[in-house]
Structures are given as structure tokens and as C-alpha cells.
């Protein structure tokens, strides 16, 4: 006999807006001034949609640097033909804003380029994995609950990274993980468009029939933060489980490749012309994973140049996937590198050991190899300003996140790393002050800069998530009779416990929601979502789902409403005695990412 599935009628869309509405979750983009208003004056024909319904998000960010860049902003809109899910409610009135909120990003950034003109010459995106707005204020003004008001105040100003956040202004997106983020920080677009909501994601390529066949492929894992794309349970590469190409685990295009495509186009227009092409502004990337598959993909094409205390990557054969990927480089196509090299440019710091993460060398180490990547990012400056080029130059360290992880937020270890990531950062700053200073290479001067004579440049700050620490307590386990029900549990204590995503056996999904509502742990700490229901909150952004997409998520994903997550059997064995950093959710430690915006004009 069947079990009896009358709870999992259910839903807990009424709770997850109840949350929003009351700031415990963060929407990815909608605010809780919007939730407020639909849960407590709902209106039905959405006429008194609040006129303050959304924030800026990550998106919106990636899409302004594009454009900053020289990208057409008409291509950083989304294509909404191919998608999975229509959504059941209407359009929102402020969802069709954001062209021109982006725009205006954009122009606060530094400006769309007309004829060739940048209005600023150059713009450096820092990108501190992990180092959310509470991490910043637990690492820099970690005692203020033992000082007076007054103090408090005095002790923030101090503070070059807090005194320059707008810590109200930027969100991260859904789920708030790297791959998810850095991929939208490459294509512009939203993780349910891109392709890589998340880590591990379960695909398949193809439909199997009954027999052997040869041509059968096994469901895979797909793992892309890594030196070659993969399937993380088999090791074997993307390509030899099915998938043919990068555009077939990233299923959109990123923006560098856009670029490139269009230099291309103005480069073979002024030979036809006999016109000199407009000038394009070159792309710097500076990271410990320059060589990686997804950076190969996310940049679209190679050609570096040795800086000091940086690695050289001038060979091909060393770059990795995403690193290609991300400067707009296609798989089997070398003519988008060769035509990159007068556009991109790179630099390879190197990367703290894992073992030493809680030891001092490893804080030290992490914030000497961040000062390399400074440092590699001013040598870049300097050498435009000679040549009277415009940059873009994004340094990306994985820090503190790597330290949080392996400590906890609260860890004095951690406060060691963000406090020396923040004397770099203004130190960079200073120096961009110095125009003399900087293209004499002197980057250490203790003289003051006026500013008199500065570069013209704009630095932002930001990060892809936050942090919250999970303790051994914290730890979930599923139980047997939710277990029994699953074909692949999407789940762990660093990146995906806090965002679950759950694949049923077929037929079972009525038997699991009603299971689940059933174990009071799970019910009390988790939210549990169909993935349809999390599309229509728009959990993974104003747009369809693409039809690619829309497999990896499987058929539940289980949002934790607090430190709760849910960690694999080994995880829990593991982890038994020590915390970990976790992110993932939707908790405002985990969303609410900073925005510093520095700028002398």
C-alpha cells in the first residue's frame, strides 16, 4: 500500500516571502520592502508595486563592467526565447528597469565608451572571495559591541574598506556560491541562464535505450573550479562523458568572447575602409588560476606578460579551462587566441597551501601573494599610462574564503587576512594618487599624495558571497526514509549543504515532500521548494530558465533558513569536533556583499 501524501500539499512559498518580508532571507534581487507589501497589502492586479522593489545585484554589476568595457548593452540583455519555465506570474514593473539601472552602474563605474573615448581610463575590479559584509565588519570593526556609540563610529571611519562601502547597495546571486557568481561575473547573466547554479551539478548527455549501446552516457557531476572540466566522480574530463564543447556545460556565451567578436568585426570594417580601428580597452586578469579550464574559457584568449612576483604564463599548454573560457576563447579554436593577444593580457599569482590555513604562515602568505597581484595590477596600469591605453584589470584571490572554510568567520586567523587584504587595497589606491610614484615603480612611498596628479582610474571592491560559520551541531545528515527516496543528493558543508538540490527516484516526489514536512529538524530549519516553485520566486533571476539548465537542479532544493546544513555521512564524520565556513543560503551574512566604489573624479 501506498504511504498516505496528504502534507505534501503544503508549500513554504508563503514562508520563504514571510522571510524575505521580514529580512531573515535575501532576495537576489527584490526587496524586502516588495515582499512586505505582497505578504501583508497584497494586490491583485500589481498596481501598488512598491516604487523601492529592487536592489542591485551581482548581475547587474557584471553586466555595467561589460559595458564599461565596450560590450553593446543590448547584448548583455537576456534571450528569454529558450526557456523552460514561463513564469505564472506577471512581469514586474521594476523588472523592467533594469536596462537602465545598469546603465546607470555602469556610468558610476566608469562610463560607456563613445568613438573609441572611455570616460575612465581605467578600471580595476578587486574580488575578495567570500568577504561578505559581515566578514568585514566582524575582521575590521570585530569589537564594537564593547565600545560606546561614539567610538563605534570613530573605529568605522578608521576603516578604509568600511568607510568606502555602500554596504546597503549590492546582493549576491542565488545560490550565493563561486562558480555561480563567477560565472555571472563572465557572461552577465543569471545563474539560471548560465548554467552553473551551483557545484556538482548532475547531467546527463543523452537518452538511453533498452541493450547495450555503445553510445550510452552515465550521468556525471559536473565540476568546473578546477584545472580541466570534469565529472567529479569519475575524474574523466567533460568531453570524454558527452559533452562536446565549454558551450555545452557553460550554455552562455560570455561577454569577453562578445568583445572579441566585435573588435573583429571593427578591425576587418578599417581594412576595408583603410581607417585606423577605435581603440579597444585591454583586459587584464590577474588570479592564481590563470590556466585553469574555466578561466580559459571565461577570458576567451592568452597573452601575458611576466610581472614582478608573478608567475609567468606565457605558454598555452599551462592555461587551464576556465581561464580560456572566461577571455572568450572557444574549445578547438585557435584563432580567438591569436586575435586576443592585443586585447587580454594575464598574470598567475600563486596560492596559499592548504595546510598551513590556521597557521600564521598561512595568513602570511595569503596576504604576500595578494600584494603580488597589486602589485602585478599597478605594473599593468603603469605600462598603459606609457602607451596611453585604457584597462580593465580584475584580481580575483581566494581569500579569505579559503581561510573560513577551514576556520570560521569569527577565527582571529581570518581577521589577519582581510585586515592585510584592506592595507593592499589602499595601498593600491595611494599609489594610483602618485602618478609620478607609480610609473616610477615605486610602489612602498610613505610620502602623502594629493592627488593633484593622479591617474584616472576607478577601484571596486567586491565579492562574490558572504561567510556564516556552521558548527559540529549544525550538521545535518538526511535521514534513511528521505535517503531511500533520492537518486543524487546535491549537498555538503562547504558549498551546496546550504542549497540543496535534491533528484528524486522517479514517481517519489510527493513521498519525499511529505516525509520531509514530516521530520521536524528538516521542516523547522529548511525551507523545501520545488525547483519550479524557487524559478517562479525568481530565486534564479527575472528570466526563463534556460532548457539546459533546468536538468542540473533535479527536482527540490532545500534552502536553510539558518546555520543548519546539510553535510554528507563522511562530512559528519569528518567535521565532528571542528567548524567549518559554509555559504550557499539566502541568510543576509551569506547575500549582502560590498560595494566600494573608489573614485577621484
Same mark, same amino acid.
Given at each position: 500500500?501506498?504511504? /498516505?501524501?496528504?502534507?505534501?500539499?503544503?508549500?513554504?512559498?508563503?514562508?520563504?516571502?514571510?522571510?524575505?518580508?521580514?529580512?531573515?532571507?535575501?532576495?537576489?534581487?527584490?526587496?524586502?520592502?516588495?515582499?512586505?507589501?505582497?505578504?501583508?497589502?497584497?494586490?491583485?492586479?500589481?498596481?501598488?508595486?512598491?516604487?523601492?522593489?529592487?536592489?542591485?545585484?551581482? *548581475?547587474?554589476?557584471?553586466?555595467?563592467?561589460?559595458?564599461?568595457?565596450?560590450?553593446?548593452? &543590448?547584448?548583455?540583455?537576456?534571450?528569454?526565447?529558450?526557456?523552460?519555465?514561463?513564469?505564472? %506570474?506577471?512581469?514586474? $514593473?521594476?523588472?523592467?528597469?533594469?536596462?537602465?539601472?545598469?546603465?546607470?552602474?555602469? /556610468?558610476?563605474?566608469?562610463?560607456?565608451?563613445?568613438?573609441?573615448?572611455?570616460?575612465?581610463?581605467?578600471?580595476?575590479?578587486? +574580488?575578495?572571495?567570500?568577504?561578505?559584509?559581515?566578514? +568585514?565588519?566582524?575582521?575590521?570593526?570585530?569589537?564594537?559591541?564593547?565600545?560606546?556609540?561614539?567610538?563605534?563610529? %570613530?573605529? *568605522?571611519?578608521?576603516?578604509?574598506?568600511?568607510?568606502?562601502?555602500?554596504?546597503? #547597495?549590492? $546582493?549576491?546571486?542565488?545560490?550565493?556560491?563561486?562558480?555561480?557568481?563567477?560565472? @555571472?561575473?563572465?557572461?552577465?547573466?543569471?545563474?539560471?541562464?548560465?548554467?552553473?547554479?551551483?557545484?556538482?551539478? #548532475?547531467? $546527463?548527455?543523452?537518452?538511453?535505450?533498452?541493450?547495450?549501446?555503445?553510445?550510452?552516457?552515465?550521468?556525471?557531476?559536473?565540476?568546473?573550479?578546477?584545472?580541466?572540466?570534469?565529472?567529479?566522480?569519475?575524474? $574523466?574530463?567533460?568531453?570524454?562523458?558527452?559533452?562536446?564543447?565549454?558551450?555545452?556545460?557553460?550554455?552562455?556565451?560570455?561577454?569577453? #568572447?562578445?568583445?572579441?567578436?566585435?573588435?573583429?568585426?571593427?578591425?576587418?570594417?578599417?581594412?576595408?575602409?583603410?581607417?585606423?580601428?577605435?581603440?579597444?580597452?585591454?583586459?587584464?586578469?590577474?588570479?592564481?588560476?590563470?590556466?585553469?579550464?574555466?578561466?580559459?574559457?571565461?577570458?576567451?584568449?592568452?597573452?601575458?606578460?611576466?610581472?614582478?612576483?608573478?608567475?609567468?604564463?606565457?605558454?598555452?599548454?599551462?592555461? @587551464?579551462?576556465?581561464? %580560456?573560457?572566461?577571455?572568450?576563447?572557444?574549445?578547438?579554436?585557435?584563432?580567438?587566441?591569436?586575435?586576443?593577444?592585443?586585447?587580454?593580457?594575464?598574470?598567475?599569482?600563486?596560492?596559499?597551501?592548504?595546510?598551513?590555513?590556521?597557521?600564521?604562515?598561512?595568513? @602570511?602568505?595569503?596576504?604576500?601573494?595578494?600584494?603580488?597581484?597589486?602589485?602585478?595590477?599597478?605594473?599593468?596600469?603603469?605600462?598603459?599610462?606609457?602607451?596611453?591605453?585604457?584597462?580593465?584589470?580584475?584580481?580575483?584571490?581566494?581569500?579569505?574564503?579559503?581561510?573560513?572554510?577551514?576556520?570560521?568567520?569569527?577565527?582571529?586567523?581570518?581577521?589577519?587576512?582581510?585586515?592585510?587584504?584592506?592595507?593592499?587595497?589602499?595601498?593600491?589606491?595611494?599609489?594610483?594618487?602618485? &602618478?609620478?610614484?607609480?610609473?616610477?615603480?615605486?610602489?612602498?612611498?610613505?610620502?602623502?599624495?594629493?592627488?593633484?596628479?593622479?591617474?584616472?582610474?576607478?577601484?571596486?571592491?567586491?565579492?562574490?558571497?558572504?561567510?556564516?560559520?556552521?558548527?559540529?551541531?549544525?550538521?545535518?545528515?538526511?535521514?534513511?526514509?528521505?535517503?531511500?527516496?533520492?537518486?543524487?543528493?546535491?549537498?555538503?558543508?562547504?558549498?551546496?549543504?546550504?542549497?540543496?538540490?535534491?533528484?528524486?527516484?522517479?514517481?517519489?516526489?510527493?513521498?519525499?515532500? %511529505?516525509?520531509?514536512?514530516?521530520?521536524?529538524?528538516?521542516?523547522?530549519?529548511?525551507?523545501?521548494?520545488?525547483?519550479?516553485?524557487?524559478?517562479?520566486?525568481?530565486?534564479?533571476?527575472?528570466?526563463?530558465? #534556460?532548457?539546459?539548465? &533546468?536538468?542540473?537542479?533535479?527536482?527540490?532544493?532545500?534552502?536553510? *533558513?539558518?546555520?543548519?546544513?546539510?553535510?554528507?555521512?563522511?562530512?559528519?564524520?569528518?567535521?565532528?569536533?571542528?567548524?567549518?565556513?559554509?555559504?550557499?543560503? +539566502? +541568510?543576509? =551574512? =551569506?547575500?549582502?556583499?560590498?560595494?566600494?566604489?573608489?573614485?577621484?573624479?
Amino acid at each position: 500500500m501506498m504511504e /498516505s501524501t496528504t502534507a505534501a500539499a503544503s508549500s513554504d512559498v508563503p514562508r520563504l516571502h514571510r522571510l524575505f518580508a521580514s529580512g531573515g532571507l535575501v532576495h537576489p534581487y527584490l526587496s524586502s520592502g516588495y515582499f512586505q507589501q505582497l505578504v501583508f497589502q497584497p494586490s491583485s492586479d500589481g498596481d501598488g508595486e512598491t516604487t523601492h522593489a529592487m536592489n542591485d545585484n551581482f *548581475v547587474d554589476l557584471a553586466a555595467a563592467i561589460s559595458v564599461c568595457c565596450g560590450v553593446d548593452s &543590448r547584448s548583455t540583455q537576456e534571450d528569454e526565447r529558450f526557456g523552460i519555465h514561463q513564469f505564472e %506570474s506577471q512581469s514586474l $514593473k521594476s523588472e523592467q528597469d533594469i536596462p537602465r539601472r545598469r546603465l546607470q552602474l555602469a /556610468s558610476e563605474i566608469g562610463g560607456t565608451p563613445v568613438d573609441g573615448v572611455y570616460p575612465r581610463k581605467h578600471i580595476i575590479l578587486i +574580488l575578495c572571495d567570500g568577504m561578505g559584509n559581515s566578514v +568585514l565588519q566582524h575582521s575590521l570593526d570585530g569589537k564594537t559591541a564593547y565600545h560606546e556609540p561614539s567610538e563605534v563610529q %570613530s573605529e *568605522v571611519r578608521s576603516s578604509f574598506l568600511m568607510r568606502n562601502n555602500q554596504g546597503a #547597495r549590492l $546582493k549576491a546571486v542565488f545560490p550565493s556560491t563561486t562558480p555561480a557568481a563567477l560565472t @555571472t561575473l563572465a557572461t552577465a547573466a543569471w545563474p539560471g541562464r548560465h548554467g552553473m547554479p551551483g557545484w556538482r551539478l #548532475r547531467d $546527463k548527455k543523452g537518452c538511453d535505450y533498452p541493450g547495450n549501446d555503445d553510445n550510452a552516457k552515465p550521468p556525471v557531476q559536473l565540476l568546473v573550479l578546477s584545472d580541466h572540466i570534469r565529472d567529479a566522480r569519475s575524474g $574523466k574530463l567533460a568531453k570524454d562523458v558527452g559533452f562536446d564543447s565549454w558551450d555545452e556545460v557553460f550554455v552562455e556565451v560570455p561577454w569577453a #568572447r562578445k568583445l572579441t567578436k566585435q573588435q573583429l568585426g571593427r578591425m576587418a570594417h578599417s581594412t576595408e575602409t583603410k581607417q585606423q580601428p577605435m581603440p579597444c580597452r585591454k583586459l587584464i586578469y590577474i588570479n592564481a588560476y590563470n590556466g585553469d579550464d574555466y578561466q580559459q574559457w571565461s577570458q576567451g584568449g592568452i597573452c601575458t606578460s611576466p610581472t614582478s612576483g608573478c608567475v609567468d604564463n606565457n605558454h598555452r599548454h599551462d592555461a @587551464t579551462d576556465f581561464s %580560456s573560457w572566461q577571455m572568450g576563447e572557444q574549445e578547438k579554436d585557435a584563432s580567438s587566441h591569436k586575435h586576443s593577444k592585443t586585447l587580454f593580457e594575464t598574470a598567475k599569482i600563486e596560492e596559499t597551501a592548504y595546510d598551513t590555513l590556521g597557521d600564521p604562515q598561512g595568513g @602570511t602568505d595569503a596576504i604576500a601573494f595578494f600584494r603580488h597581484g597589486v602589485n602585478a595590477a599597478l605594473n599593468s596600469v603603469a605600462k598603459a599610462e606609457q602607451s596611453g591605453a585604457s584597462t580593465f584589470t580584475y584580481l580575483y584571490t581566494a581569500h579569505p574564503d579559503r581561510h573560513m572554510h577551514a576556520l570560521g568567520v569569527e577565527h582571529e586567523g581570518v581577521s589577519n587576512v582581510v585586515k592585510g587584504i584592506e592595507r593592499e587595497i589602499e595601498r593600491l589606491w595611494k599609489v594610483l594618487g602618485d &602618478r609620478v610614484g607609480l610609473l616610477s615603480g615605486d610602489y612602498d612611498s610613505d610620502e602623502p599624495t594629493n592627488g593633484e596628479d593622479s591617474i584616472d582610474a576607478t577601484v571596486l571592491v567586491t565579492a562574490d558571497h558572504g561567510h556564516v560559520t556552521v558548527h559540529p551541531e549544525d550538521m545535518i545528515t538526511l535521514p534513511e526514509n528521505i535517503i531511500e527516496l533520492l537518486e543524487y543528493a546535491n549537498v555538503g558543508v562547504h558549498g551546496t549543504g546550504r542549497h540543496g538540490y535534491l533528484h528524486c527516484r522517479s514517481g517519489l516526489q510527493s513521498t519525499l515532500k %511529505s516525509r520531509w514536512h514530516s521530520n521536524t529538524v528538516l521542516s523547522e530549519h529548511f525551507l523545501l521548494l520545488t525547483v519550479e516553485e524557487a524559478i517562479e520566486c525568481r530565486l534564479f533571476g527575472p528570466e526563463c530558465m #534556460r532548457l539546459e539548465v &533546468r536538468p542540473r537542479l533535479g527536482d527540490f532544493v532545500s534552502i536553510s *533558513v539558518g546555520r543548519k546544513t546539510l553535510v554528507t555521512p563522511m562530512e559528519s564524520d569528518k567535521y565532528n569536533e571542528q567548524c567549518q565556513g559554509a555559504h550557499g543560503s +539566502l +541568510l543576509p =551574512e =551569506e547575500m549582502n556583499i560590498p560595494f566600494i566604489l573608489l573614485n577621484r573624479y
